[in-house]
T-cell receptor
Framework: GIQVEQSPPDLILQEGANSTLRCNFSDSVNNLQWFHQNPWGQLINLFYIPSGTKQNGRLSATTVATERYSLLYISSSQTTDSGVYFCAVALQGGSEKLVFGKGTKLTVNP | ETGVTQTPRHLVMGMTNKKSLKCEQHLGHNAMYWYKQSAKKPLELMFVYNFKEQTENNSVPSRFSPECPNSSHLFLHLHTLQPEDSALYLC??????????????FGQGTRLTVV
């Protein structure tokens, strides 16, 4: 099956710093989503981005489908950005499975 | 009211108990999913329902029994669980099965502890 690798596994920042999270995937995909899991466990949708670039406030994401990776940028980080960031992909071909990476655990210190 | 609601939020059960997890979505979606999140592991897909029909069972033990009475509701019936089944159980929904041009939306999860 498709492999999804996220890096780094852990990231610690000071408030105000910028960061880049990476998601590599092993096959062609027709769906890629970024989620933020808050401390209470809920997965919050950040971006649906199978290709191209999107921005939402301090967050932006870029997926280069031909090179099989996606990047999530967080600028001017805040303590509320802490949590785990997941990338999830689905194979081209209509698979029922949305496959998740292991996540990047982000800690933003005041 | 959030789009996908799960109850209860926390559940502690003995290995001989029978309990059920409930998920309800208010997004008008036609596909619903159960995922399991264990410590130190990626989210694992358990079941997929598309228009109330089960379309995926990801080799889940029979002590987990899903039920989808309609497109808005999904249950996970639990019986004779093991301590290793302790995990966060997440429900999700999407417009339809298949992932082209559709997003998954998740509930808050049920944190299950089996004692």
């Amino acid at each position: 099956g498709i492999q999804v690798e996220q890096s780094p596994p852990d990231l610690i920042l000071q408030e105000g710093a910028n960061s880049t999270l990476r998601c590599n995937f092993s096959d062609s995909v027709n769906n890629l989503q970024w989620f933020h899991q808050n401390p209470w466990g809920q997965l919050i949708n950040l971006f649906y981005i199978p290709s191209g670039t999107k921005q939402n406030g301090r967050l932006s994401a870029t997926t280069v489908a031909t090179e099989r990776y996606s990047l999530l940028y967080i600028s001017s980080s805040q303590t509320t950005d802490s949590g785990v960031y997941f990338c999830a992909v689905a194979l081209q071909g209509g698979s029922e499975k949305l496959v998740f990476g292991k996540g990047t655990k982000l800690t933003v210190n005041p | 009211e959030t789009g996908v609601t799960q109850t209860p939020r926390h559940l502690v059960m003995g290995m001989t108990n029978k309990k059920s997890l409930k998920c309800e979505q208010h997004l008008g979606h036609n596909a619903m999913y159960w995922y399991k999140q264990s410590a130190k592991k990626p989210l694992e897909l358990m079941f997929v329902y598309n228009f109330k029909e089960q379309t995926e069972n990801n080799s889940v033990p029979s002590r987990f029994s899903p039920e989808c009475p309609n497109s808005s509701h999904l249950f996970l019936h639990l019986h004779t669980l093991q301590p290793e089944d302790s995990a966060l159980y997440l429900c999700a929904s999407s417009q339809e099965g298949g992932w082209t041009n559709t997003e998954a939306f998740f509930g808050q999860g049920t944190r299950l502890t089996v004692v």
